[in-house]
């Protein structure tokens, strides 16, 4: 348990001081920023400065996961750094898994920060305090680390820049694969058709789940029953995906 | 003592390590070999960084890649690579902290840095280091854990010769202190002044396993090597 906070603590440390990440958080400050601008030109409303808030701070997010998890554990296995740490009394679990959390933490770091720049724009147009804005935040967060996890597990097996495709991919396919079975039916699809549907939407991630913007745009709050639901299926699909992702790295040859 | 049993290692048809049999129970012992021969691969399943297809590596009885084992090795990869944008310093304390807790441990790790020659470079990342830094680094971390069994794969490479003969210096004090130290080198003259005893590697066959001056029987070191290596050759099918 020790090695797995040394790693993550290594993985923090490490990742905040990449210029790479720096630049994609200073970006979205700066959309933030903009954003307090845009209201007072075009967008007057405060519906309208939450909804272009929150979906740049889910789009920065996303490029930040996607960087981390696509780069930084697949760089530690091919730039052989690893060899250092596995030839230690470290498991490839507790390696894996250390990765995992401290890549989880910088999303965290981050998500704070972007979070606190949304939160002073909608209180300087007289929002007040968004707690919803908060909620849809950290909803965000939640599918942000189960996208980090499927890097994750596609580093095990695959480069850099194929688990950048296939982690896109899914990301896609996450945010349409529930209105794709609602279509597949209307659509008065059967048979195979409807049966290749069905699996898509039951083997990838449901990310429509963690979508909590809407709700929060027009200041309705989410249901708890939704809410737990959505934290129940981020942890089990979180632990499914380090679960295959452990069992591939220990068989893999480094 | 290190034991190897009947250690195979085959990559689909390809075996590069070929029914590896051998007991060494020496201070410093050499593996030596040309590139490709196998020593890395060897190296890697002693430290558990690879798994055997076929045998066992076992040291003082127990299994080398068992937990409680690696707390008492140092390994040194081949061409090592850093966290680039780590001090020297915070890469030993990162290294030590996988070992238990360090308070109180800065004194030891700058003790380490002196004696690899590093220590005026402490507090600069590693992306700035040469290469002969970067294998004295890759030494020095080795170290961390005062462990009883060294591993170094190619300790020497990329060294001047003046870092070449502070390291050689190095190995031979860690001899005095009692430790074992197994090294991968195809660098004959590095063999033939620090290593008591050597083993000859060529397609991942043992060729030679015993004393230096016993190997050479009067001849250069290199040219012996070259002769047992070329009628190895010969006799292959």
Redesign the interface.
């Known amino acids: 348990m020790r090695n797995i906070f040394v790693i993550a603590k290594n993985t923090l440390k490490l990742e905040v001081r990449d210029k790479i990440l720096y630049g994609i958080v200073i970006f979205g400050m700066l959309y933030v920023f903009f954003m307090l601008f845009l209201a007072q030109l075009v967008l007057k409303e405060l519906p309208m400065v939450r909804s272009f808030g929150l979906t740049g701070i889910y789009f920065f997010n996303a490029i930040i996961a996607l960087f981390l998890g696509t780069t930084s554990f697949f760089k530690d296995i091919d730039r052989k750094v690893a060899y250092f740490i596995l030839s230690k009394p470290v498991s490839r679990l507790q390696f894996l898994i250390g990765k995992f959390l401290g890549l989880c933490l910088v999303l965290l770091l981050t998500s704070a920060i972007l979070a606190v720049a949304y939160l002073g724009v909608v209180a300087y147009e007289n929002g007040g305090f968004d707690a919803l804005g908060l909620l849809a935040i950290a909803m965000q967060y939640l599918e942000m680390s189960l996208f980090l996890a499927f890097a994750i597990f596609v580093s095990t097996f695959s480069s850099s820049l194929m688990s950048v495709v296939y982690t896109s991919g899914v990301f896609f396919l996450g945010h349409v694969v529930s209105q794709l079975v609602t279509d597949a039916q209307k659509m008065g699809l059967g048979g195979f058709q409807l049966f290749l549907v069905k699996v898509l939407y039951y083997i990838f991630p449901n990310l429509e789940k963690f979508d909590a913007r809407d709700l929060a745009i027009h200041a309705v709050a989410m249901p708890w029953e939704q809410l737990g639901l959505a934290l129940a299926y981020a942890a089990v699909y979180i632990l499914l995906l380090l679960f295959a992702a452990i069992w591939i790295f220990e068989r893999k040859e480094i | 003592m290190v034991d190897f049993s009947h250690l195979t290692k085959a990559?689909k048809k390809k075996v590069v390590v070929d029914d590896f049999t051998l007991s060494v129970d020496v201070p410093i012992f050499g593996f030596l070999g040309q590139n490709g021969a196998g020593k890395t691969t060897i190296m890697?399943m002693i430290?558990?960084?690879?798994a055997p297809t076929g045998g066992t590596i076992t040291i003082d009885g127990a299994l080398s890649s068992h937990?409680?084992f690696?707390?008492k090795?140092g390994?040194m990869?081949e061409t090592?690579?850093?966290?680039e944008?780590?001090t020297g310093m915070e890469f030993l304390r990162?290294?030590d902290?996988?070992?238990?807790p360090t308070r109180g441990r800065t004194p030891h790790y700058e003790g380490l840095l002196k004696k690899v020659g590093i220590f005026d470079a402490r507090n600069a990342q590693i992306r700035t280091y040469s290469k002969g830094m970067r294998q004295r680094l890759g030494f020095a971390?080795a170290l961390v854990?005062d462990p009883e069994y060294l591993f170094l794969d190619e300790p020497l490479d990329g060294l001047d010769p003046i870092g070449r003969r502070e390291m050689k210096a190095v190995m031979m004090g860690l001899k005095h202190e009692g430790r074992k130290v197994f090294l991968n080198t195809h660098i004959l003259a590095d063999v033939e002044e620090i290593c008591d005893e050597v083993g000859i590697i060529h397609q991942g066959k043992l060729l030679y396993a015993g004393g230096v001056k016993e190997f050479c029987a009067g001849m250069p070191l290199e040219e012996r090597f070259t002769e047992v290596v070329e009628e190895h050759e010969k006799q292959r099918p």
């Open positions: 990559y890697k430290v558990g960084l690879l937990p409680i690696k707390k090795l390994y990869p090592p690579y850093f966290y944008h780590m990162f290294s902290e996988l070992f238990g971390q854990n």
